[in-house]
């Protein structure tokens, strides 16, 4: 009974093909976005009841699947193995949900919901985003249970259906049920590692907040011979409005989107962090924010995109002025800017620039807010020198630079929140193509056990 016992017996589950066996028959379910597919939501729903409830059952876990409040989302799984009361609790979180399988977008030979490998990759819709993530971590749990005949620590765990459509629900379960889910830190996996090889872990991540600017001149299109000139153009006026916005290289140029939060010892945390190289598109070295380095632009900073624009009709144009255009736009934004602030704060920038007529309009659907915990927490330092002495090495970020509901876990459960990522920023999510490098899921599958290991043989921080 040791730990590195725990961590051959989790080897030996990828190296038998277990692993990949059992990834298999969870891409198998098509658990794509319900609001856009409704007929996954049985499907989500199976997922939970067939593939989730009779594994954590297996190790000793009470689960009860509980319905979504919210009629766009899916059900939710909320289990929990006790083992003292004197004892620290783990609570853990994954997604069975997946975007779109995109059928027939996939390169010739894969397809989404059937797990294809070649070479060190498997390819399949949910590999990297998130079933492969949270049956490393289950796995990992496994092992340790196995080896030492209990974890050592008391364990939550909660598996949604609903977090590719924001999350919806989740924040109003966990306010409703928050007593069944009291931890003393949440340890899970989503994002990517920064390099394949070496092991990432984050402590938040970046908020975002999408919306259209919407410009509407005149009713219906008209012919461009004989109006041009007469009548204002949407496109060019909403053109002008998007790039007072930012200047030519991306700067953010409406005050209150600059953030003040990136100090001196966030500065220090990603300094020297890789962002560019491996696989994905060339990092623009003259993009962004000029006096910061990249890592402080991606995971310090805020970010301006515009994700798409729309005038006429661009697939078959014909010779007349628009009366409206659109844009749809988004700003990533860290800890210190405040998400109540941004939307009005463009409204004042953009009556400042002459640009009352440009239309704002919020999504529905909104993103998560901006979280961040301390580099030296010690839960932070804690499960840092975990993964360093199962890997030997680690990157360590403040927060990640996408977007994931972890306000739930900091707002609503307070507590502080430790990501470790088991997939690569090459993996395709969200895109066809989907995989995961079998080389890196084998080191997280021994990286969780060590963890996990590490967790029940001191108690955790302050503990030992």
């Not at 079933?131 to 765990?157: D, M, P, Q, S, Y």
């Not at 394949?196 to 908020?207: K, N, Q």
């Not at 994905?280 to 070295?285: D, H, I, L, Q, T």
């Not at 002459?354 to 919020?362: E, T, Y």
Request: aromatic fraction near 6%; proline fraction near 6%; hydrophobic fraction near 40%.
């Amino acid at each position: 009974m040791s730990r590195d016992a725990a961590i051959s017996r989790v080897t030996e589950y990828f190296d038998a093909g277990t692993f990949q066996s059992d990834l298999s028959a969870l891409v198998s379910y098509r658990s794509e976005i319900q609001s856009q597919t409704p007929e996954a939501r049985a499907e989500s729903l199976r997922y939970l009841q067939e593939a989730m409830l009779p594994r954590l059952s297996a190790m000793g876990f009470a689960c009860e699947i509980i319905d979504n409040p919210d009629p766009s989302g899916g059900a939710l799984l909320i289990g929990e193995r006790v083992e003292g009361d004197d004892l620290p609790t783990v609570l853990t979180y994954g997604h069975g949900d997946t975007v779109l399988g995109q059928e027939g977008m996939w390169r010739e030979g894969l397809e989404p919901w059937r797990i294809v490998e070649e070479g060190e990759r498997l390819y399949g819709r949910g590999t990297a985003d998130n079933k492969g993530r949270h049956l490393i971590n289950i796995a990992a749990l496994e092992a340790v249970l196995a080896t030492r005949g209990h974890l050592g620590f008391n364990t939550r765990i909660v598996l949604e259906m609903s977090e590719e459509v924001g999350s919806v629900g989740l924040a109003e379960i966990f306010r409703s049920h928050k007593n069944r889910l009291t931890a003393d830190v949440l340890i899970a996996s989503d994002g990517p590692r920064l390099q394949p090889d070496v092991p990432t872990m984050f402590m938040g991540s970046r908020g975002g907040t999408t919306f259209d600017l919407l410009v509407e001149t005149h009713d219906g299109a008209h012919h461009s011979g004989n109006w041009g000139g007469l009548l204002a153009d949407p496109a060019i006026i909403l053109a002008h409005a998007l790039a007072s916005i930012t200047d030519a290289r991306g700067q953010i140029k409406v005050p209150a989107w600059r953030p003040d939060s990136l100090t001196d010892s966030i500065r220090a945390a990603l300094r020297d962090l890789p962002v560019t190289g491996g696989e994905g598109p060339e990092v623009a070295p003259n993009w962004g924010e000029a006096d910061l380095t990249p890592a402080e632009r991606v995971f310090g900073w805020n970010s301006f995109a515009i994700l798409a624009m729309v005038s006429g009709v661009p697939e078959a144009p014909v010779n007349a002025i628009s009366g409206w255009a659109r844009a749809t736009c988004q700003l990533r934004y860290v800890v210190g800017t405040d998400p109540e602030a941004i939307l009005p704060a463009l409204r004042q920038h953009l009556d400042a620039e002459g640009f009352a007529n440009v239309q704002i309009k919020p999504h529905d659907r909104g993103l998560f807010t901006a979280t961040r915990l301390d580099p030296e927490h010690p839960w932070a330092q804690f499960v840092g020198a975990s993964i360093r002495a199962t890997a030997g090495g680690l990157h360590v970020l403040p927060n990640l630079a996408g977007s994931l509901p972890n306000d739930s876990f900091t707002d609503i459960l307070e507590l502080p929140t430790i990501w470790i990522p088991h997939s690569y920023r090459g993996c395709s999510q969200h895109a066809p193509n989907e995989h995961v490098l079998k080389p890196l899921c084998r080191d997280a599958l021994r990286v969780m056990a060590g963890v996990f290991w590490d967790v029940g043989a001191t108690g955790g921080p302050g503990r030992h």
